[in-house]
């Protein structure tokens, strides 16, 4: 078991120098009018360069869509405004999950905003060890954003994560939750948002993006091919319509919404601030030991 957890380390250790890499790349590529689908195909190809895999589709939301906006395989919309670029790696199944957010306007309002997420971050990465409680880090998320006179996203969270699960079961608050449950040894990715808005976020529109939730049959062949795909491929870690699309052509679209309404796949909404108004991201993720907190993510 000793050994498992040393393999287990090295891989999430791993993910992160490469996800460093990645974000260091994609802030050099991101301009204002470049295709969505341009900038998340060469973030997805740099991971595989670097020999990784990604654990996620690449998220580009945009102004008020605080997540979940991934490219379809014929997105024409193009960078613009308050964008986060929230992207994921994988090794071996273990995760690395970052974010950042670029303003694309020289907005002063953006640039604060992205200013609160990343201090609220870099606050928790002070305090942060095996001992610290749900609600401290909450508190202090809550606290650091609204000192900048914006509002925490209450109803989105940080995660933790364990071998081929994003989301492991643990939620780490961005604002007070008087939970005193210990976060303990683990993986998790802390991600406070920051809004101009009310502080909610509502389902959008569908997203492309699905997750594996059960691999019963299905009738059609053409489903049940893209079905063992996405079984071999991707197992229980997040994926999109676009790879799909690549890898089927079109009529992978007709097998997702088959395999949606069987109950096999589990398709994410995007998420989008309730009063509309504009959110700004910033995620890292921390490996916690007994004697010591290493960023994974951190450049």
């Known amino acids: 078991m000793e050994q498992e957890n040393i393999l287990n380390e090295k891989s999430a250790i791993k993910a992160g120098e490469i996800l460093k890499q990645v974000k260091t790349y994609a802030k050099s590529i991101i301009k204002k009018d470049m295709l969505l689908l341009e900038i998340a195909n060469k973030i997805e190809d740099k991971i595989f360069e670097l020999g990784g895999e990604p654990a996620f589709p690449t998220n580009l939301s945009i102004n008020e869509i605080a997540a979940h906006y991934t490219p379809s395989h014929n997105d024409k919309n193009l960078a613009h405004g308050l964008l986060k670029v929230d992207i994921g790696v994988h090794v071996e199944g273990w995760t690395a999950d970052s974010a950042f957010s670029l303003d694309l306007e020289d907005s002063e309002e953006n640039k604060k905003l992205i200013e609160a997420s990343k201090q609220a971050v870099e606050e928790v990465e002070k305090i942060i060890s095996n001992k610290t409680t749900l609600s401290e880090i909450g508190e202090l998320v809550e606290n650091t954003i609204k000192e900048k006179g914006f509002q925490p996203i209450s109803n989105l969270t940080g995660h933790s994560m364990e071998e081929y699960e994003l989301h492991a079961g643990v ?12 976060l303990g040894e683990g993986l998790y990715a802390i991600e406070p948002f920051a809004t101009t808005g009310s502080g909610k976020v509502q389902d959008g529109k569908p997203s492309g993006i699905y997750e594996l939730i059960d691999s019963r049959n299905v009738r059609s062949p053409l489903a049940r091919e893209v079905l063992d ?17 690549e890898e089927f052509g079109a009529r992978a679209i007709i097998a997702l919404r088959q395999l949606e309404q069987n109950g096999n796949l589990h398709h994410f909404a995007q998420l989008v601030e309730s009063s509309k108004a504009k959110v700004s991201q910033h995620e890292q993720t921390f490996l916690v030991k007994k004697d010591k907190v290493i960023v994974t993510t951190k450049e």
Not at 171 to 180: F, L, R, T, W, Y
Not at 230 to 241: Q, V
Request: charged share 10%; with cysteine; proline share 7%.
């Open 229 to 245: 795909y996405i079984i071999n491929y991707y197992s229980t870690l997040p994926f999109c319509s676009r790879w799909l699309v």
């Open 171 to 182: 939620a780490i608050p961005n604002v007070k939750n008087n939970s005193d449950f210990q």
